[in-house]
Nanobody
């Protein structure tokens, strides 16, 4: 059965780091654009980062995370990662990975497959 499973969330202090993983089964991630999204309490879902292959790797980041977050993929492990550094309280949210199409975009409507989410809490 096609499945995306996020892991790596938890509680971290401001300025700390966390790495999220998105493991796929039932399909190969290298055939899709892969995105990370987040949703904070009372807020709309927000695109964070995405990655796809166009001969080489193409990545995209929301302005709010540029310079702090890095997306990567390991096709052999069928896994996408989101390395989060210099975390801020406003990064607190449930983080989701998603797969869809081949176009790198932070628009959630263009993604077809979604994981269940993992909680990230940034607090002192």
């Amino acid at each position: 059965q096609l499945q995306l499973v996020e892991s790596g969330g938890g509680l971290v202090q401001p300025g700390g780091s966390l790495r999220l993983s998105c493991a796929a089964s039932g399909f190969s991630l290298d055939n899709y654009a892969i995105g990370w999204f987040r949703q904070a309490p009372g807020k709309e879902r927000e695109g964070v980062s995405c990655i796809t292959s166009l001969g080489g790797i193409t990545t995209k980041y929301a302005d709010s995370v540029k310079g702090r977050f890095t997306i990567s993929r390991d096709n052999a492990k069928n896994t996408v990662y989101l390395q989060m550094n210099s975390l801020k309280a406003e990064d607190t949210a449930v983080y989701y990975c998603a797969a869809g199409g081949t176009i790198p975009t932070l628009h959630s409507a263009l993604y077809d497959y979604w994981g269940q989410g993992t909680q990230v809490t940034v607090s002192s």
